[in-house]
Each structure stands twice: as structure tokens, then as C-alpha cells.
């Protein structure tokens, strides 16, 4: 059981390309979430999505993009990358309901450095 | 959501229990207490939540205050490998875009062998 799984884990990038951050989760989760953390501060949520085929915006969605194509999947684009999105992003999912079931599963991280 | 304090940092000695506060004084009702764990350069792991009642699992245990205003962590005979920062989030756990988990910046456990 991979559990989340994050591809790729390290990635440079120069300012103004674009990429796309991969996630896989394997325990059927209904809700999928892409956070990223700064140094020394807690995570933050970029967009998040309740089922496949929906997605929705968190704390600071600007500068990235996402798709739900497939229930297993998350990916988070970035279309032109700038310094400030250089960070670590962390994938997650969760059960729909049920207080006992609703703890969330984090990946591994991915670390972007835009240059 | 409601915020949390915590301390930023604590010690504890290998083998002795670990007690990591938390304060909630704004918690709602209908909020639960959850705790997290982030070991350096990883994503964060769940530990143990609770609404009212203490909980325990193999993990951990949670002692809630009667008035819900605030909570402790006791991990209960800590070791080298439970030095992370623990965060203390209150959140609504239903469905929707409550169930986003706001993070504050957490306690520095550092066991010391």
C-alpha cells in the first residue's frame, strides 16, 4: 500500500516555465488537497478537490492551476513560475465523512526551486 | 476555524512522557481537536483527535479540559524518533471545504537522549 505518492520530489525550474506536480493516492479518498510550506511556517492550501471532475480554491490559489481527471490523481500546474512559489508541496487525501475515518494522509513533498 | 497557541519549542528526556499544551480558547462547539506531526522533511502525520471525551491510541493520548479551552498531547514514554513539530489544529470535521486543516507553526519536541 503506496498510501500518497508525490512525483517528482525534486525539481529547478527557471523563472517563467511551467510544470505540473503529480499525485497518486491508492486508498480510494473522495477529497484530495495540494499544500505548500515555506521555512519555519505551518502549511497553507493551495486548491483542494471533493471528487473527481471538481476542484475548488484554498488559502492562496494564485499561480497555480489543478485537475481532477481521475479520482486517484491530483495534479498542480504551474504555468509561469516565479521565485515566490520556490517551496515544498505536500499532497493529501481523505475520506469523505465519518468523524473516526477523517484524518488526512500526506505525501512525502515535492521541492521546487524557480530560479 | 479556531486558533491555536502553542509553545514553540520543548525538550523532554528519552523515555519520560511527553506533554505538549495546547490552547483553543475560541473553539466552537462543534470543533474537534486534531494533532499532527511533522518529522523533518516529511509530510505530516496524523496522531489522534478528539471532541470532548480523552482519547488514546497506540500513538498517543488526548486530555481535552472541560471547558474545551484548551488540550494536551502526552505521548507517553517518548524517543529519539518522536523529535518533530506537533501542531494542534480545531477544525469542523464534516465533509466540503471544512475539511481543510488551517497549521499553525507548531512545538519543536526535541527528545534528548
Known amino acids: 500500500n503506496a498510501g500518497v505518492t508525490q512525483t517528482p520530489k525534486f525539481r529547478v525550474l527557471k523563472t517563467g516555465q511551467s510544470m505540473t506536480l503529480l499525485c497518486a493516492q491508492d486508498?480510494?479518498?473522495?477529497?484530495m488537497y495540494w499544500y505548500r510550506q515555506d521555512p519555519g511556517m505551518g502549511l497553507r492550501l493551495i486548491h483542494y478537490?471533493?471528487?473527481?471532475?471538481?476542484?475548488a480554491k484554498g488559502e492562496v490559489p494564485d499561480g497555480y492551476n489543478v485537475s481532477r481527471l481521475k479520482k486517484q490523481n491530483f495534479l498542480l500546474g504551474l504555468e509561469s513560475a516565479a521565485p515566490s512559489q520556490t517551496s515544498v508541496y505536500f499532497c493529501?487525501?481523505?475520506?469523505?465523512?465519518?468523524?473516526?475515518?477523517?484524518?488526512?494522509?500526506f505525501g512525502e513533498g515535492s521541492w521546487l526551486t524557480v530560479v | 476555524d479556531a486558533k491555536t497557541t502553542q509553545p514553540p519549542s520543548m525538550d523532554c528526556a528519552e523515555g519520560r512522557a511527553a506533554n505538549l499544551p495546547c490552547n483553543h480558547s475560541?473553539?466552537?462547539?462543534?470543533?474537534?481537536v486534531y494533532w499532527y506531526r511533522q518529522i523533518h522533511s516529511q509530510g505530516p502525520q496524523y496522531i489522534i483527535h478528539?471532541?470532548?471525551n480523552n482519547e488514546t491510541n497506540e500513538m498517543a493520548s488526548l486530555i481535552i479540559t472541560e471547558d474545551r479551552k484548551s488540550s494536551t498531547l502526552i505521548l507517553p514514554h517518548a524517543t529519539l524518533r518522536d523529535t518533530a513539530v506537533y501542531y494542534c489544529?480545531?477544525?469542523?470535521?464534516?465533509?466540503?471545504?471544512?475539511?481543510?486543516?488551517?497549521f499553525g507553526t507548531g512545538t519543536l519536541l526535541a527528545v534528548q537522549p
Open positions: 493529501a487525501s481523505s475520506h469523505r465523512d465519518e468523524v473516526t475515518r477523517n484524518t488526512i494522509y
Open positions: 486508498m480510494n479518498h473522495e477529497y
Open positions: 478537490s471533493v471528487g473527481e471532475g471538481t476542484t
Open positions: 475560541t473553539i466552537s462547539g462543534n470543533e474537534y
Open positions: 478528539g471532541l470532548k
Open positions: 489544529i480545531v477544525r469542523v470535521a464534516i465533509g466540503g471545504a471544512t475539511n481543510k486543516l488551517i
